[in-house]
């Protein structure tokens, strides 16, 4: 049995083994795995394409249209651009009624893609200026459209300024945020970094990686306050999250992190000697 939100119940290894190509890419689709060489593999078999064009294989036309997208998509990751525009024309080439068309969104989002990996920056910013305009809160064609210019040499700063548009309406996206503390990072703005990796940090709370980079950027930064933050902001603002704010006084030394931070012991605690600070 295939549901459209779980896949199918068996899992990967048993339907590559079984050859079922059509529940094999379902799977994939489903569980929003990055497996492009898998899809290559069992999308070609089940489309029947072999270097362009592409059978029905008595699919519907919505499974057709889904393992063409996903087809296209996943020869971009692996390098086969000619694979990715034989199924963009396959796409366009689509029946009358089909929700696929050359002017449809779902269309020109992988016509942008496909020409940014042909290398036509231009061509690629313009479907996605044109996506954007149709709606300026398309986030993939805000965050393609940052791609195209940082893939290009001295459009550094358009690329900062397309991605601090993307931010300004996807304030929670944890890897634009990443991207962003990157980018302060090549632009020696610890400070800013700082503050990007902290907004990291309580979007994936358990990566080690981005805890011991926050603190690079403590440190590198500069001073004893902003090794202090290392301790005290993330976990404050942690707080804050689950906290109400009427009751804010009384719930917040409840909690571990609150208390550790800033209780009395703490407080209490003598100023760092000029060798410590060093340290």
């Not at 069992?42 to 270097?51: D, P, Q, T």
């Not at 950027?217 to 976990?235: D, I, M």
């Not at 719930?251 to 760092?272: D, E, Y």
Request: proline letters at 6%; charged letters at 25%.
């Amino acid at each position: 049995m295939t549901s459209a939100m779980t896949g199918p119940e068996d899992d990967l290894p048993t339907l590559i083994a079984r050859q079922d190509h059509l529940n094999v890419l379902r799977y994939i689709r489903a569980h929003k795995l990055r497996e492009p060489r898998t899809v290559v593999t069992h999308g070609r078999l089940l489309l029947g394409i072999s270097g362009g064009g592409g059978s029905r294989r008595g699919l519907g036309d919505a499974e057709r249209l889904a393992a063409l997208e996903q087809l296209c998509v996943a020869s971009l990751d692996v390098g086969d651009v000619p694979l990715a525009e034989s199924c963009l024309d396959a796409l366009g080439a689509g029946t009358p009624g089909s929700p696929v068309t050359k002017e449809s969104t779902r269309y020109r989002k992988l016509l942008g893609m496909c020409l940014e990996a042909s290398g036509d920056y231009n061509g690629a910013a313009a479907v996605y200026d044109a996506l954007l305009k149709d709606n300026p809160s398309n986030g993939h064609a805000a965050k393609r459209k940052y791609c195209v210019l940082a893939a290009q040499p001295g459009r550094g700063a358009d690329a900062a300024k397309a991605l601090n548009d993307y931010l300004s309406s996807h304030p929670g996206d944890v890897t634009a945020l990443n991207q962003m503390a990157e980018a302060c990072l090549s632009a020696s703005d610890f400070q800013g970094a700082a503050y990007c990796y902290e907004e990291v940090v309580l979007g994936c709370p358990l990566d080690s990686d981005v805890h011991a980079k926050l603190g690079e950027a403590y440190c590198t930064a500069g001073g004893l306050a902003p090794r202090r933050l290392l301790v005290e902001s993330p976990r404050r603002r942690s707080c804050a999250a689950c906290c109400d704010k009427t009751t804010r006084s009384s719930t917040w030394p409840c909690c571990p992190f609150w208390t550790w931070a800033t209780g009395p012991a703490r407080r209490r605690r003598a100023p760092l000697d000029e060798g410590e600070g060093r340290v």
